[in-house]
């Protein structure tokens, strides 16, 4: 069983940067694909990045595609991401999953452990 944690949401402005933290706890995930997904009030889940267990594969919508980083630290069981010139429209909660088994990156359906989410909220 893989229990995760978000955290580093908060409120900020248009044009500014924010950090998110997964921490992971139970099973190791070093061995596994981790995602981020957002969702906003109103509107489905959808995908933001993905990281393979090795760092080789990382992909990303392209609504944050030149603006937001992926990454991940096995050693400590957590990913990250970084969230540069960010904007209004990346309101939303935001939420970390991991899976062991393959499938497309994007696929809510396919992971199958969630964090409780953390809200971020960007002012214009």
């Known amino acids: 069983q893989v229990h995760l944690v978000e955290s580093g949401g908060g409120l900020v402005q248009a044009g500014d940067s924010l950090q998110l933290s997964c921490a992971a706890s139970?099973?190791?995930?070093?061995?596994?694909?981790m995602g981020w997904f957002r969702q906003a009030p109103g509107k489905e889940r959808e995908f933001v990045a993905a990281?393979?267990?090795?760092?080789?594969?990382?992909i990303y919508a392209d609504s944050v595609k030149g603006r937001f980083t992926v990454s991940r630290d096995n050693a400590k069981n957590t990913m990250y991401l970084q969230m540069n010139r960010m904007k209004p429209e990346d309101t939303a909660v935001y939420y970390c999953?991991?899976?062991?088994?393959?499938?497309?990156?994007?696929?809510?359906?396919?992971?199958?452990?969630w964090g409780q989410g953390t809200q971020v909220t960007v002012s214009s």
């Open positions: 139970g099973n190791t995930v070093s061995g596994y694909t």
């Open positions: 999953a991991a899976r062991a088994r393959g499938g497309q990156y994007m696929a809510v359906t396919t992971y199958a452990y």
């Open positions: 990281i393979t267990w090795n760092g080789a594969t990382i």
